[in-house]
């Protein structure tokens, strides 16, 4: 009977721990898009949270750890809503050309341009950054490409380093966009560009 209740009370401890956790990140998600990094302090975040000092510490090392939280949950969430876009194409090399769109029309999101693209280089270092946006969307881009070969849509090649290749320029065009003082024009003007690309790995 003692063990039942531990095992209750570890469980509800878990559950109050994962959902601090959880508001933490969303109430820093939003103060990060809106004011960007460096204008944000641990301060206003645990008194927006509702939550103590001792708690935000107990859940994250520091801010830049909490940061790194938030960057994986918005890019995590990106490749999602791209796959699951892309998948409705009639086709895999469609849902390639369709990726690449939709991975720029991200970009114009104030969320992402400011988490993903404008801060997080700076914030976790240009080799963290590239390993998040390589973890959530290499795989899912190996996978369209490997999809398209197995088609006859393009030609068939070493699949990693092509995907690598294409992410480089992905992320490239990426940060053009956000870096832009019209992104939207700068996002008009890479699209083609992409395209090109794309349409290139035609067999």
């Known amino acids: 009977m003692h063990t039942d209740s531990t095992h209750v009370k570890r469980g509800a ?25 460096a204008n944000v302090g641990t301060e206003e975040v645990v008194k927006r949270a509702g939550v103590t000092r001792g708690a935000l510490y107990h859940q994250f090392e ?11 949950q918005v890019e995590s969430q990106v490749a999602q ?14 849902a390639l050309r369709a990726g690449t ?5 991200s ?16 914030v976790v ?22 999809a398209a070969m197995d088609e006859g849509a393009i030609e068939r090649q070493a699949v990693m380093p092509l995907a690598l290749v294409i992410t480089g320029a992905l992320n490239a065009a ?11 024009a700068a ?6 560009v992409l395209e090109r690309m794309v349409e290139g790995l035609r067999g």
């Open 187 to 192: 996002r008009a003007e890479m699209e083609p």
């Open 125 to 146: 270092g240009w080799a963290a950054w590239r390993e998040v946006l390589g973890r959530y969307g290499l795989g899912l881009l190996a996978a369209a490409l490997q």
């Open 101 to 105: 769109r939709l991975w720029l029309d």
């Open 62 to 72: 520091d801010k830049r750890a909490l940061f790194l939280a938030v960057f994986e």
């Open 81 to 94: 809503d791209i796959a699951m876009r892309a998948a409705a194409e009639p086709g895999p090399f469609e």
């Open 13 to 37: 401890k878990a559950a109050q721990s994962e959902a601090t956790r959880a508001k933490l990140v969303r109430v820093a998600r939003r103060l990060f898009a809106k004011k960007g990094y």
């Open 174 to 184: 990426a940060l053009y966009v956000a870096e832009a003082d019209d992104p939207e």
């Open 107 to 122: 970009c114009l999101d104030p969320e992402v341009r400011r988490i993903v693209l404008l801060d997080a280089p700076a």
